[in-house]
């Protein structure tokens, strides 16, 4: 009886034990410092205005592409805005530079960075109604040449605004106009002998007049 008897007191001792340990331990973790919250960043939304500049060299290009942006001087509606689109995808296969991204409001419609002299840039300007994406690529020609397209396709309800203006290129403007691939110029091939590029039809190039070996 005496041994049952201290055997049960050591038992109760050690569950009295690890209550105390068990609430110390707890009271512990409860007092601990946590980790300051750091909200997720916030996707930016897209943008629903985008411009393209689209610059030009050459005396036939210079003066249609004037022409073209004189004939669109002033847009009304949809349908002026997507005739608009579309002569710029019939110019654009023959554009040197371009840029196409999100109309801010630190760019002026009339204004890039180029610091090239001579040439004709034209600037498009259009509004959506929904929010749009952007080519990742100005250098691409033809993803250029597809977001026009893209444009020149959407249904009336898509159209807030456009604009088509000339814009002058200045030394360390924003923004800056790259000079597009020329192996991405839609109708283009490359001359194998000066690395031009000339329209696919011709049967010489126009830089350097070697005629193509196919």
């Known amino acids: 009886m005496g041994e049952m ?31 300051p919250y750091t909200p997720a960043p916030a996707t930016a939304p ?12 050459g005396v036939d290009d210079e003066a249609y592409v004037r022409e073209l942006i004189g004939r669109h001087a002033q847009i009304a509606g949809a349908a002026a805005a997507r005739e608009a689109a579309l002569d710029l995808v019939r110019a654009a296969p023959t554009a040197t530079h371009a840029f196409v991204g999100p109309m801010t409001s630190a760019i002026a419609i009339e204004q890039c960075g180029c610091g090239l002299s ?13 929010p749009l994406d952007s080519v990742s690529d100005d250098q691409d020609l033809g993803a250029v040449v597809a977001e026009l397209r893209k ?5 009336p309800d898509r159209f807030a605004h456009a604009q088509v203006a000339q814009a002058t290129g200045v030394m360390g403007g924003s923004p800056t106009l790259l000079s597009v691939k020329k192996e991405t110029r839609p109708g283009h091939q490359i001359c194998v002998y000066c690395n031009q590029a000339f329209l696919a039809h011709d049967m010489k190039c126009s830089n350097c007049g070697a005629r193509p070996t196919q």
């Open 5 to 35: 008897a201290v055997l049960c007191g050591i038992l109760v001792l050690l569950a009295a034990v690890g209550a105390i340990v068990f609430f110390v331990v707890r009271a512990s973790r409860g007092t601990a410092p946590q980790a």
């Open 46 to 57: 897209k943008s629903r205005d985008l411009i393209f500049f689209l610059r030009f060299e």
């Open 118 to 130: 001579g040439g004709v840039i034209a600037a498009f300007r259009v509004g959506s109604t929904r």
């Open 151 to 155: 444009i020149a396709a959407w249904t």
